[in-house]
T-cell receptor, first 110, second 116 residues
Framework: GNSVTQMEGPVTLSEEAFLTINCTYTATGYPSLFWYVQYPGEGLQLLLKATKADDKGSNKGFEATYRKETTSFHLEKGSVQVSDSAVYFC?????????FGTGTRLQVFP | GAGVSQTPSNKVTEKGKYVELRCDPISGHTALYWYRQSLGQGPEFLIYFQGTGAADDSGLPNDRFFAVRPEGSVSTLKIQRTERGDSAVYLCASSLTGTRGSGELFFGEGSRLTVL
């Protein structure tokens, strides 16, 4: 079945460092791909998405490109802030539901 | 505006008891989802409603789990004869059209269930 694999965390960075969180997927067909974020004490919220190959999703300085040839959707940010500390989930659409990865915790220190 | 509301936020129960978890979706959202999130894991799909009907219940782990949405708004997840392995955070999400549209699900903060 369809699935998502994320790099394990935690990822620990200093403020202004470059961030990459890897995500690969297995799917039949052409799913849409998503990154959701869960800040401490809050519900999951959509960070960005891409609906077809080579699309780039972006929001709040984060970017991810839908790479069909490598079945990947890696999350990147050029300069992280302490406020980016959260758990990040990669997900894909499977008919009418989302399938999530296990999540990657990001900790950013000043 | 009001987001997805889940009650209770915390529930502690004993093995074998019956539990109900409630979800109040965003007004006007026809799609409603239940997910379960165990410690250190991602959300695991349980069931999806489109209106009043369960369009996909393939994620319910066994017949102890049941969910209803009788008027197409509020939904209740019901767990019978709870087991310690049911301990998790139960997440509810709603969407205007489901993942076939924008794909954006709006999540509540979850109901943390602990079975002793």
């Amino acid at each position: 079945g369809n699935s998502v694999t994320q790099m394990e965390g935690p990822v620990t960075l200093s403020e202004e460092a470059f961030l990459t969180i890897n995500c690969t997927y297995t799917a039949t067909g052409y799913p849409s791909l998503f990154w959701y974020v869960q800040y401490p004490g809050e519900g999951l919220q959509l960070l960005l998405k891409a609906t077809k190959a080579d699309d780039k999703g972006s929001n709040k300085g984060f970017e991810a490109t839908y790479r069909k040839e490598t079945t990947s959707f890696h999350l990147e940010k050029g300069s992280v802030q302490v406020s980016d500390s959260a758990v990040y989930f990669c997900a894909l659409s499977d008919t009418d539901k989302l399938i999530f990865g296990t999540g990657t915790r990001l900790q950013v220190f000043p | 505006g009001a987001g997805v509301s889940q009650t209770p936020s915390n529930k502690v129960t004993e093995k074998g008891k019956y539990v109900e978890l409630r979800c109040d979706p965003i007004s006007g959202h026809t799609a409603l989802y239940w997910y379960r999130q165990s410690l250190g894991q991602g959300p695991e799909f349980l069931i999806y409603f489109q209106g009043t009907g369960a369009a996909d219940d393939s994620g319910l782990p066994n017949d102890r789990f049941f969910a209803v949405r009788p008027e197409g708004s509020v939904s209740t997840l019901k767990i019978q004869r709870t087991e310690r392995g049911d301990s998790a955070v139960y997440l509810c999400a709603s969407s205007l059209t489901g993942t076939r549209g924008s794909g954006e699900l709006f999540f509540g903060e979850g109901s943390r269930l602990t079975v002793l």
